[in-house]
């Protein structure tokens, strides 16, 4: 268990609408990434936040955003869905005061746009 | 920007064996991280070993371990005695020290079979 919790694990829904995929971070971590996997594209990177604040941004789509939360909990909004938005959402936590060390994965939200 | 490359998408070793996965990796900086992540069918993406860029003894992790040569920019992992449970998706990915973006880079992955 690497203490990152991430709800719902699947999730069904149709083209057009919008979803909301939550992720709690290890007890002390202030870091909270979001990555996708996709077959065909492997993990990317969407969209660090650190402590509150967005710190970084990948190749995120602009039909999706994400925020921190006080309490350090993280919310990835997807919207306007798309049969390619399928795919595993991981969301990942480390200390992250400085880069060091690994990220801890929570097990993923699996979305199925159908 | 850094990238990872993983070059052999699939692997297969029988039960008992030793494997090596390969990974290179392309980048300026000189301090950073290198780490390999399992992902075994339950999708969990589970830590293996990790090396810092500034060590020059390679990591070790039980059966896993690594080697690591900077000046090539190659960071192969093996993996002794292999298990059924040793079946997975294995992940090179980078971690710069240095800057704002903490985030990993990864690799394609190799999707690494043991055989009975």
């Known amino acids: 268990d690497s203490g990152v919790t991430q709800t719902p694990k699947h999730l069904i829904t149709a083209t057009g609408q919008r979803v909301t995929l939550r992720c709690s971070p290890r007890?002390?971590?202030?870091?909270v990434y979001w990555y996708q996997q996709s077959l065909d594209q492997g993990l990317q990177f969407l969209i660090q936040?650190?402590?509150?604040?967005?710190?970084a941004k990948g190749n995120i789509l602009e039909r999706f955003s994400a925020q921190q939360f006080p309490d350090l909990h993280s919310e990835l909004n997807l919207s306007s869905l798309e049969l390619g938005d399928s795919a595993l959402y991981f969301c990942?936590?480390?200390?992250?005061?400085?880069?060091?060390?690994?990220?801890?994965f929570g097990e993923g939200s699996r979305l199925t746009v159908l | 920007a850094q990238t990872v490359t993983q070059s052999q998408p699939e692997m297969s070793v029988q039960e008992a064996e030793t494997v090596t996965l390969s990974c290179t990796y392309d980048?300026?900086?000189?301090?950073?991280?290198l780490f390999w992540y399992k992902q075994p069918p339950s999708r969990q993406m589970i830590l293996v070993i990790r090396?810092?860029?500034?060590?020059?003894q390679n990591a070790t992790e039980n059966r896993f371990s690594v080697n690591f040569q900077k000046a090539a920019k190659s960071f192969s992992l093996k993996i002794s005695d292999s298990q059924l449970g040793d079946a997975a998706m294995y992940f090179c990915?980078?971690?710069?020290?240095?800057?704002?973006?903490?985030?990993?880079?990864f690799g394609k992955g190799t999707k690494l079979s043991v055989k009975p």
């Open positions: 990942a936590s480390s200390v992250d005061r400085v880069n060091t060390g690994e990220l801890f």
């Open positions: 007890s002390g971590d202030l870091s």
């Open positions: 936040y650190y402590n509150g604040e967005e710190r």
């Open positions: 980048t300026s900086e000189s301090d950073y991280y």
């Open positions: 090396q810092e860029a500034y060590k020059q």
């Open positions: 990915a980078y971690r710069s020290e240095r800057g704002s973006q903490g985030n990993l880079i």
